[in-house]
């Protein structure tokens, strides 16, 4: 059986992770409240963050930044987004 949790960023009951994808109270914290499709969504974001905005994820500047926006994103909050990205047409 699925385990399901009240997606913060989605606003209903969705299937969760399986493991905390951090470790420490953040993870669990992300673990307890956000669904695998919001986390999966972060996923694709977040590696568009990294390529567009060319961050080097040995900058503790850069990875202050991810964290950032990653509670932001996974929160529902208004998130920066890749320069000049245009979402492909269906």
Same mark, same amino acid.
């Given at each position: &059986? !699925?385990? !399901?949790?009240?997606?913060?960023?989605?606003? /209903? @009951?969705?299937?969760?992770?399986?493991?905390?994808? =951090?470790?420490?109270?953040?993870? @669990?914290?992300?673990f307890? +409240?956000?669904?695998? /499709?919001?986390? %999966? @969504?972060? /996923?694709?974001?977040? !590696?568009?963050l990294? +390529?567009?905005?060319?961050?080097?994820m040995? +900058?503790v500047? %850069?990875?202050k930044?991810?964290? /950032?926006? &990653?509670d932001?994103?996974?929160s529902? @909050?208004? =998130?920066a987004?890749a320069?000049? =990205?245009?979402?492909?047409?269906?």
């Amino acid at each position: &059986m !699925t385990r !399901t949790v009240n997606c913060r960023k989605h606003k /209903q @009951e969705l299937p969760g992770l399986d493991r905390p994808p =951090y470790p420490g109270a953040k993870g @669990e914290d992300i673990f307890n +409240n956000v669904s695998r /499709q919001a986390w %999966d @969504e972060w /996923q694709k974001h977040q !590696t568009m963050l990294i +390529n567009e905005r060319r961050l080097n994820m040995m +900058n503790v500047e %850069d990875r202050k930044f991810l964290q /950032q926006e &990653m509670d932001k994103f996974l929160s529902g @909050e208004e =998130y920066a987004q890749a320069e000049g =990205y245009v979402p492909p047409s269906a």
